[in-house]
């Protein structure tokens, strides 16, 4: 075979470092994105934070400071936008500034007191609660710590999951004592920590817990009634159903409703108030505000990272020139990249936030009743940007609006077809859905047969199933959960 050379052409995509990391910034949450900077501004000398108050003065060739516009507008209402704006505009706007320090002072303080509480609740866990009670009682030194070593076997919850048979097994040795006498102090035991605040504490199963807290309430007629329920009848209760237990015990309409609302007021999870907390806030990307009658978008600037080239090392880097400096002057590409890279990250979260506004205005105006079919590929063709672009800007991406705080993600979903023609969006048929059952009179709550009636009625054609699975995302019980006396 004779060997030859040929010359052949084709094309492939290639993503540069620069690409690559643009792509990796888009999709980041904000949290993520914060946490990336920081490891950038270990690692780069030449990159670091504009502080609004520093005298330095910013490196700007190029753009290589980070200056993102904050609204997006058409020319005609690029103007200044006048200070008699709605009042609703701007008291809406004078309650979300106040998360960064401003507001009424009555607010501040309610927020202040609340966190306070907060934090003391979580400060004290179950097990110190407890044995602070235990420290304080007359016990014996015996007693005492059979309390304590149940105290341990708590949950969360204040249950004693395990039975004592089994912490028997694990029981320290105390004396010779033999296993049945210990089995019975720990009975003993058992009693005197279900006496201890919270009521309720120490329970086995949900059935004792409220049990015991029943018991710590004054006796009469009332409590008697909730007292058998809860004994005989809970399963019937829970499944509401009423007839079978008026059946039983005898009771009327008015009885049994004043017993379900005594139990209903009892806490099953009485160790839960002092659990740690885990509270997690989130820090919207995009504000939604309405100016001349049009719903305008803008960055949230305590969302925005401010980055700039520091001018020392840059103007030390541009002094000595050579292959000494290689490894600054990569550092410093490295920094503008990032600092570009961050500017258009925030660029295509406004781009398209703008355009789901745009889209959703009667949202914004109504409520979820009227939000509309929305797909990513919609999005997509208006900005002339790619599917999967428009995905990575709306994951973990949050916009904050006088109706909440929503992830960019929610403004999109499936439609059903209606009577004429149209589409109507899912999130708006969840909404119809809750109103429905809001409003619905509960002796006779509706089944999801009925409800698909009612919205065929107005021209929306969805079946059972749709309804019973919509129904069940809004966590809203079935019909005979539903169901009052």
Not at 37 to 63: C, K
Not at 95 to 120: C, H, L, M, V, W
């Amino acid at each position: 075979m004779k060997q030859t050379l040929q010359l052949k052409l084709s094309q492939h995509l290639a993503l540069t470092p620069q690409l690559q990391q643009s792509i990796r910034l888009l999709q980041l949450s904000t949290l993520e994105l914060n946490q990336e900077i920081e490891q950038f501004l270990q690692d780069n000398p030449l990159l670091e934070r504009d502080e609004p108050a520093s005298d330095m003065t910013t490196f700007t060739p190029g753009g290589d400071t980070l200056q993102t516009p904050q609204t997006v507008s058409t020319p005609a209402e690029s103007e200044t936008t006048p200070a008699t704006d709605s009042a609703d505009e701007m008291n809406w706007g004078n309650d979300f500034s106040s998360s960064s320090g401003s507001g009424n002072s009555r607010d501040a303080n309610d927020e202040n007191d609340t966190d306070a509480g907060e934090i003391q609740a979580a400060a004290t866990s179950l097990s110190d609660h407890l044995l602070t009670q235990l420290a304080m009682t007359q016990l014996p030194a015996r007693d005492r710590a059979l309390v304590g070593f149940l105290i341990e076997a708590l949950d969360d919850d204040g249950y004693l999951a395990q039975p004592l048979e089994e912490l028997l097994d694990v029981l320290p040795e105390i004396d010779d004592a033999y296993p049945e006498e210990l089995l019975e102090e720990l009975h003993i035991a058992l009693r005197h920590l279900q006496n201890f605040d919270p009521t309720g504490v120490g329970a086995r199963n949900p059935k004792e817990c409220l049990l015991l807290q029943l018991a710590a309430m004054p006796a009469n007629s009332v409590q008697a009634l909730a007292t058998e329920i809860v004994s005989h009848h809970l399963d019937q209760l829970a499944a509401r159903d009423f007839a079978r237990i008026k059946k039983a015990l005898g009771c009327s309409d008015d009885a049994l409703r004043d017993a379900q609302t005594l139990i209903k007021s009892l806490n099953p999870r009485p160790g839960a108030q002092y659990s740690a907390l885990d509270t997690r806030y989130v820090t919207p990307d995009v504000t939604v505000k309405k100016y001349r009658g049009r719903w305008t978008a803008s960055l949230n600037s305590d969302a925005m990272p401010r980055l700039r080239i520091n001018r020392l090392y840059a103007d030390l880097l541009r002094q000595c020139r050579g292959s000494s400096s290689s490894g600054l002057a990569g550092q410093l590409q490295e920094a503008k990249w990032l600092i570009k890279n961050v500017q258009q990250r925030f660029d295509t979260i406004l781009r398209v936030t703008q355009a789901i506004v745009d889209r959703q205005r009667a949202f914004f105006d109504h409520g979820e009743v009227a939000m509309r079919p929305l797909t990513l590929r919609e999005i997509a063709d208006t900005l002339g940007l790619h599917e999967s672009t428009i995905s990575r800007v709306t994951t973990q991406k949050y916009l904050a609006s006088p109706r909440g705080v929503y992830e960019l993600k929610y403004f999109f979903g499936s439609h059903v077809a209606t009577d004429t023609g149209g589409a109507a969006s899912s999130t708006a048929i969840r909404a119809l859905i809750k109103q429905l059952v809001g409003a619905e009179d509960g002796h006779k709550p509706l089944s999801d047969a009925r409800i698909a009636e009612i919205l065929g009625e107005q021209g929306i054609v969805v079946a059972r199933r749709t309804v019973a699975k919509y129904r069940e995302s809004l966590s809203i019980p079935p019909v005979n959960l539903r169901k009052i006396i």
